[in-house]
């Protein structure tokens, strides 16, 4: 783990930290009004860059998918998820 808990707001906002990690960076980041702006920055970035090279897929595509998801059997979704966090990250 870095020694620096603020270098971690990019990990972070790629959701590239272990769960120990990101346990502890979302500790600091509850007070930490710097880290919050810099990980809201990196995520827009983050999200401006798979925009940015984002292509529509081939027509054909599609009857394709939405047969496979016809013939899918859903699962139910883990409930991993509890107070404190963040809706769009995963446990782990």
């Given at each position: 783990m870095s020694p620096d808990v603020h270098a971690l707001t990019g990990a972070y906002a790629?959701?590239?930290?272990?769960?120990?990690?990101?346990?502890?960076?979302?500790?600091?980041?509850?007070?930490?009004?710097?880290?919050?702006?810099?990980?809201?920055?990196?995520?827009?970035?983050?999200?401006?860059?798979?925009?940015?090279?984002?292509?529509?897929?081939?027509?054909?595509?599609?009857?394709?998918v939405l047969e496979l998801g016809d013939a899918t059997r859903q699962l139910s979704p883990e409930r991993t998820a509890g107070p404190g966090v963040h809706p769009g990250r995963r446990r782990g």
């Open positions: 790629l959701d590239a930290l272990t769960g120990d990690e990101r346990a502890f960076f979302e500790r600091h980041l509850a007070g930490c009004d710097h880290c919050r702006r810099e990980v809201d920055g990196f995520a827009a970035t983050a999200a401006l860059l798979g925009a940015a090279t984002a292509r529509l897929p081939p027509a054909r595509l599609r009857p394709r």
